[in-house]
T-cell receptor, first 110, second 115 residues
Framework: GENVEQHPSTLSVQEGDSAVIKCTYS??????FPWYKQELGKGPQLIID?????GEKKDQRIAVTLNKTAKHFSLHITETQPEDSAVYFC?????????FGAGTTVTVRA | GAVVSQHPSRVICKSGTSVKIECRSL??????MFWYRQFPKKSLMLMAT?????????EQGVEKDKFLINHASLTLSTLTVTSAHPEDSSFYIC???????????FGSGTRLTVV
């Protein structure tokens, strides 16, 4: 099955700076990579995803890059704001299910 | 976009009683739904896959008799925690996606506290 590793586990950034979270996956056949944001006491919310036929996707301040050769993908948040503080999870397909990374707690310091 | 509704958001029950959690896909049909359990500061742990019209598929180590799953329609799956004990206290979350899509949407979660 798919094994997803996520780093770092915690990330503290100054407001306005960028945050980068990296995930690696094991199954070279995986073709879909979503990122979820989870706020305290809530369910995860899909914030961006990428398919294996592209190398980068952007949506305003967030972007995801994919390196299929190295089997890793990254989430980039630019111009961070306090409301970006949350736990972020990457995921990759595991048959019809999703395998999740361990999560990254992002804290944006004002 | 796809919306998944989960109820209740919070529930407190006494040891030995059963609790039912509902997961509904509001604007799409879902032949498959997923139930997760999440411990504090941990990732999502898949408990089972709920299949419309058939038996659920449980992950290794999950007691099927304790966590009963019913997926009687294309828009509703329920998770019943039977004979609940304090160790069952946790955050339970469901997810679903339109057929053929990996874009899973999650419910808002249910905080279960067993006293």
């Amino acid at each position: 099955g798919e094994n997803v590793e996520q780093h770092p586990s915690t990330l503290s950034v100054q407001e306005g700076d960028s945050a980068v979270i990296k995930c690696t996956y094991s199954d070279s056949a995986s073709n879909y990579f979503p990122w979820y944001k989870q706020e305290l006491g809530k369910g995860p919310q899909l914030i961006i995803d990428i398919r294996s036929n592209v190398g980068e996707k952007k949506d305003q301040r967030i972007a995801v890059t994919l390196n299929k050769t190295a089997k890793h993908f990254s989430l980039h948040i630019t111009e961070t704001q306090p409301e970006d503080s949350a736990v972020y999870f990457c995921a990759a397909p595991n048959d019809y299910k999703l395998s999740f990374g361990a999560g990254t707690t992002v804290t944006v310091r004002a | 976009g796809a919306v998944v509704s989960q109820h209740p958001s919070r529930v407190i029950c006494k040891s030995g009683t059963s609790v039912k959690i509902e997961c509904r896909s509001l604007d799409f049909q879902a032949t498959t739904m997923f139930w997760y359990r999440q411990f504090p500061k941990k990732s999502l742990m898949l408990m089972a896959t709920s299949n419309e019209g058939s038996k659920a598929t449980y992950e290794q180590g999950v007691e099927k008799d304790k966590f009963l799953i019913n997926h009687a329609s294309l828009t509703l799956s329920t998770l019943t925690v039977t004979s609940a004990h304090p160790e069952d206290s946790s955050f339970y979350i469901c997810s679903a996606a339109p057929s053929g899509s990996y874009g899973y949407t999650f419910g808002s979660g249910t905080r279960l506290t067993v006293v």
